[in-house]
Structure formats: C-alpha cells, structure tokens
C-alpha cells in the first residue's frame, strides 16, 4: 500500500504560479511511477504530467508543456509539480497518483495503483 497526499493548492491569478506536492507513505515510493491528474467540474479527468521511478524521465499533457515541470525526491518521498504561467482554464482538482508500470507515456489512469484525495487549484482571470 501506498499513501498519497497532495498539498500546495490555493487561488492564484492568471500568470501567476503555483507549487503543488505529492507526499508519499508506505511502501519504497522510488518503486512507482508518479503522475498527477487533474478534473475540473463537469468535465473528465486528464493527464498533467509524469515522473519515471528515478526521475530521469518525463512526459507532460501537450496543455502544460512549457508552463508546468515535475520533479521527485525519492530521499524525501515526494513529487512536486511546479505550475507557472497558470491559466483559467487550468482551474481543476490536482491529483496524484502512483503506478507500479515502467516507463512512458504513463497518461493513462487506469494504469495508475494509488490515488491521492487531490487539491484544489483556482486560477482567476
């Protein structure tokens, strides 16, 4: 099992950033591919970004690429996914997720083991 628990939402204007984290517990947390997900309301969920196990790797959702970058510390059990250049359509839950797959794309929510209960990003216009 694995624990995961987001922090670092809040309400941000548009062009500012925002720094989310990811904070795992249980088991070797470097065993997992970690991915965050987000869903705004109304609509389904979609992939943001993923990390590969040793944090070499990366792929983001083509929305993102060039505003967000995720990064991991496995010493310290966490993955971090630093928002800039937010705008109001990013506005959603941000979840995490870890998945006990290899490699890339990793976009795919079913692939994924252990969810986090998310948090909430407000960009206003």
């Known amino acids: 099992q694995v624990q995961l628990v987001e922090s670092g939402g809040g309400t941000v204007q548009a062009g500012g950033s925002l720094r989310l984290t990811c904070a795992a517990s249980?088991?070797?947390?470097?065993?997992?591919?970690t991915g965050w997900f987000r869903q705004a309301p109304g609509k389904e969920r979609e992939f943001v970004a993923v990390?590969?196990?040793?944090?070499?790797?990366?792929n983001y959702a083509d929305s993102v690429k060039g505003r967000f970058t995720i990064s991991r510390d496995n010493a310290k059990n966490t993955v971090s996914l630093q928002m800039d250049s937010l705008k109001p359509e990013d506005t959603a839950v941000y979840s995490c997720a870890a998945s006990s797959r290899w490699g890339l794309p990793g976009a795919r929510a079913d692939e994924y083991d252990y969810w986090g209960q998310g948090t909430q990003v407000t960009v206003s216009s």
């Open positions: 990390v590969t196990r040793s944090g070499r790797s990366t």
């Open positions: 249980g088991r070797a947390f470097s065993n997992y591919r």
